[in-house]
Structures are given as C-alpha cells and as structure tokens.
C-alpha cells in the first residue's frame, strides 16, 4: 500500500513536471544600450519539441541563440542570469563551448552548406570531434541522410556538391550534419522561414519524426505551424515571457489575454 | 540641355578616360616591345653581364629580381595572413578597427625610397648587416604586407557570417573555423594579393639601391650578407650611361624583361581572382 502511493507520487509528478533539459532563471540580455532579453525564466522539457513563437523583434531569435552561446562574437552583448543545461550553468565563462555545442546543435533560418560534397557535408562537424574510419564514415553518411529522409534522394550522388540540392534539401542536409554529431538539443531558428510551402513541410516533417531521440527548440513567427508541431510552447514579447506552457493549454485555455490575442489574432500590443 | 544630350556626354567622357588609359598603356608597352625584342637572344637571359652592363646579358640580374621577391613573398605572407585573420576574425572593437586601417593604408602610402632610408639606416648603419640581399628582401616584405593583408581581409571579411555560425554550432572552435571553412574559401584572394604585391615589388628600384644591391660584378649570393643585382637597379645603371648605344639596347631589353616578369605575375593574380569569382557563384 505504502509502495504504490509513493509511487503513484512519483508518477503524478513526473505527468505535471516533465524534466527540463534547458532551464533560464533571471536571464537578460543586453546588446549594449537594448535590452534584448528581460527577465526570462523559462523550462524546456526534454524529448519535446518546444515552439517559441512571438511578433518580430521580440527577442525570440536572442534566447534560442543563448542556449548555445552563439551570440558570444557579438559585439557589446552582456549576459546576465543563468542559463543551465542539464544544470550546469552554460554562461560559466570557462564553459567550452565548443563541447556545448556538439551537445546543443542548432539550424539555422537560412540553409548554408559548405562549399564541399553531400557527404562532406555530412561528415563536417562529427569528424572533428573524432577519428573516423572509412566504414564510420559511411555509416554516419547514410545513417543521418535517412534520418532527415534524403537518402533516396541523394544516395546515388553522395559526392556531388551540396549545393546542387535544392534549398529545402539544402536544409535538410543542415539538419543530417548537425544529428550526425549527436546532440541531445537542437536549436532551430525559423528553418522553414525561407522555404517554398512544400519544402518547409517537408523539413516539418522530419523534425516530428526526431522528437522521440532529441530535444527540440524550434523558433518560428507562423502560428499555424508552432500549432502542428509544438508540445510545449512560450510567447514571447517585447523581451519578455507572456506565457509558457503545454501547447493545448495556452491555446485553449491561455492565462493571458495577450497570448489569446497573439495565438488568434497574430496581434500583439505589448 | 536635354537628358540625351548629357547622357552622350557622359558616355563619349567615359571612352574618353579609357581610350586615354589604354593608348598609353599600349604606346609604353609599344615602345619597350619595340626596343626590347631587337636586345633579345638565348645569350642575353642566360649570361652574365660586363663591362657595368654594357656588355653581355642579365642572367645574375633576373636571379636576383627573383631571389628578393621571392624570399619578400615567403617572408610577407604568413604575417600578413596572420594579420588579416586577426582583423577580420579576432578585432570586434571598432576603434582599434579603424586604427588597423589607418596604419594598413599609411603603410601602404609610405614613398618607396623611404623604405630605402629606413632600411639603410637600421639594417646597414645601426645593425651593421652590410649591404645584403636578405635586407632588400626584408624592406619589399614589408612594402607587401598592405597589399596581401588588405585582399586577404576583404575575402575573409566576404565570407558570409551564416558560415562561421553553422560551422561553430557543430562544434569546431574558433581555429578549426577559421582554417576549415574561412581560409579555403578565400586563400585565391590571399594569393590574388600575393601576385600583385609580387608585380608591385619586383619593379621597385628606390627601397633597395641603397642596402641590396651592387651594380656590376655580382653573381649568386652564397651567403644572406651579400648583394645582388636586380632588374631594376641594373635599368638604372644602364641608363646613367644612355650615350653608349650597346649599353641602351641592354637597358631596353632589360626592361623588357623586367615588364614580361610583371605581367607573368599580374595575369596570374586576374586568373586566380577569376578562379574564386566563379567558385563563389557555385
């Protein structure tokens, strides 16, 4: 009796705080007078695809590119606050970051292959990380192309350069090099945004099916799509947090009347 | 007065400037060509010169032209390699920025014979290194530096951002960007300068009269302490003694030379920055 209760604890907890992969708690973000970022506290749940949607200009782009510490080249950034991924606080300045970012991966918005072959391209990140053999090489090649379902495309020009793939290819070629150095995060910036309908769908596509092995951190200014895919979503605006939460709640049954007007109307007055 | 008519203006201003480029390009090269060819032969490239000049060819005067910009070139561009990847990748403060500019481009607008004094007074007279070709060498590598610096930071800086995020977001440090995916993309723009700084050096005279070069009774150096005779400063020599007409068709045809040398160099730089022209458009 005493062993069930304790476990059905565990399990209610489990059902209402799925665990944060990513977590920021008083983070902001200056970029010398502008204050980008304001006061963000938020979770990301791991083994989830978390939307974060929000008008232009909001700071959406600022905080994915945070949590890999992309941003760091900028000139007149500062941060302050913590970012943690898997507690550690990421913001360390003695974190590697290159490390980071073998673990945390990102695509960004606009598809930039290397001027080398597909599988060059593949191949880019992971083979810096560590020696590979020619039999590895392979298998990561064809393993990572059938991941983002561009193997039956390009198997039988695998040295061609990339950039004779179309850009919704291009973009999925992105997306294989960055598995191929196995992340447990990806961080995407609107990847989609500069896709014809189809291709985007397409890419859409392939991020569903990589929910089940990563964590997903997907930026995008269309509704629609944060609808389809998100499990988890946050509404950014004007630098800070309106409202987090699962996807259905906030857009059913939202707290704020700001995240109902921008879910439905796309307006936003903040 | 009509658009058209200012529109005819303008193009027929506009043939003006290049028709009158050319004709002067063309008379000068006309000219040396002309005057050059007659001094011409297998003897006269591969034999040495007597008699100040006068006499013989220019074999010790090409290897020597060769050897200083050669060794310059070696000396040169790693530095300026070094240089243009610390501007474009390392310098984010504008204000040290601008000032790397200020001191490029007064490097660049340095007169060429003040290099000359410069080298002859530290090298020769403080250091006491003597008259020596590595010294000449030295003075041209500096003289280069601008030059490959500049094209290699503007390929560099031409390189999208997109490129240097997604290669740090696989995980490569900022070393591994800069030699993986930046310094392929634009090492023909660093050689483009490489070539025209080359073409630049090889015809300088002033920088290296003074502390490289003796004017008669040189062969190969065997040691970096020794002079050499180049093309230039052998023009010079031969110049000063216009009334003997022998040692005229030597000075022409060594110009001659001296212009096939420089092309051979420029033609390489328009072909590499050809070459990356249409690798970017791939």
């Not at chain 1, 990102?106 to 191949?123: E, G, R, T, Y």
């Not at chain 1, 609808?227 to 800070?240: G, M, N, S, T």
């Not at chain 1, 699962?246 to 109307?265: A, C, G, I, M, W």
Request: aromatic letters at 8%; hydrophobic letters at 45%; proline letters at 4%.
């Amino acid at each position: 009796m005493k062993n069930t209760s304790s476990l059905k604890i565990i399990h209610s907890k489990a059902d209402t705080e799925p665990e944060a992969i990513l977590k920021t708690s008083g983070f902001n973000v200056w970029i010398n007078d502008a204050h980008i970022l304001n006061d963000i506290n938020i979770t990301i749940p791991k083994n989830k695809i978390t939307c974060i949607v929000g008008p232009s200009g909001s700071g959406k782009s600022t905080l994915v590119r945070s949590f890999n510490r992309i941003n760091d080249d900028i000139a007149g950034i500062k941060n302050i606050g913590k970012v943690q991924f898997n507690n550690n606080d990421i913001l360390n300045p003695e974190t590697d970051t290159a490390l980071l970012r073998s673990k945390i991966g990102m695509v960004f918005q606009k598809p930039c292959v290397f001027p080398k072959s597909i599988a060059a391209n593949v191949l880019f990140g992971i083979q810096y990380q560590r020696k590979l053999s020619e039999i590895e090489r392979l298998e990561i090649v064809e393993e990572n192309l059938k991941a983002v379902s561009l193997w039956k495309e390009v198997s039988h020009r695998l040295n061609n350069p990339a950039s004779s793939l179309s850009l919704g290819q291009q973009q999925r070629l992105c997306i294989a090099r960055t598995l191929a150095v196995k992340p447990e995060v990806i961080l995407m910036d609107e990847p989609t945004s500069s896709l014809d309908p189809v291709s985007g769908r397409a890419v859409e596509e392939t991020i569903l099916k990589l929910k089940e092995k990563y964590t997903l951190v997907f930026v995008t200014h269309n509704i629609q799509q944060a609808e389809r895919i998100a499990d988890h979503l946050v509404f950014l605006c004007d630098a800070k947090i309106i409202e987090q939460g699962p996807v259905n709640k906030l857009f059913q049954n939202p707290e704020n009347s700001r995240t109902k007007d921008y879910l439905n109307n796309e307006f936003c007055d903040c | 007065m009509t658009r058209n008519v200012k529109n005819s203006i303008f193009k027929a201003v506009s043939w003006f400037a290049v028709l009158a480029c050319f004709s002067t390009l063309i008379f000068l090269f006309g000219v040396i060509f002309l005057n050059g060819i007659p001094a011409m032969s297998l003897d006269f490239v591969a034999s040495r010169s007597s008699n100040f000049g006068a006499e013989g060819g220019i074999l010790y005067q090409i290897s020597g032209s060769i050897l200083i910009v050669a060794v310059a070139a070696l000396l040169s561009f790693p530095l300026a390699i070094g240089t243009a990847i610390f501007k474009s990748e390392y310098l984010n403060n504008k204000k040290w920025d601008k000032f790397s500019d200020i001191l490029i481009f007064g490097l660049n607008g340095i007169p060429s014979v003040v290099f000359g004094i410069f080298g002859l007074i530290l090298f020769v007279n403080i250091l006491g290194f003597g008259i020596s070709w590595f010294v000449g060498s030295i003075i041209l590598g500096v003289m280069m530096l601008p030059t490959i610096t500049l094209t290699t930071f503007q390929s560099l800086n031409s390189v999208p951002i997109i490129y240097r995020e997604s290669s740090l977001a696989l995980g490569l440090n900022k070393w591994q960007t800069i030699t993986k995916v930046l310094l392929p993309q634009s090492y023909s723009g660093a050689i483009t300068g490489l070539f025209i700084g080359l073409a630049r050096a090889i015809g300088e005279t002033a920088p290296i009269m003074f502390i490289a070069t003796a004017f008669s009774g040189v062969d190969l150096p065997s040691g970096i302490k020794e002079p050499v005779s180049t093309l230039p400063t052998h023009i010079l020599a031969l110049a000063q003694q216009a009334t003997n007409p022998q040692a005229l068709e030597n000075a022409w045809g060594s110009s001659f030379v001296l212009i096939l040398l420089v092309m051979l160099f420029s033609t390489s730089a328009l072909f590499i920055r050809k070459r990356q022209l249409s690798h970017l458009q791939l």
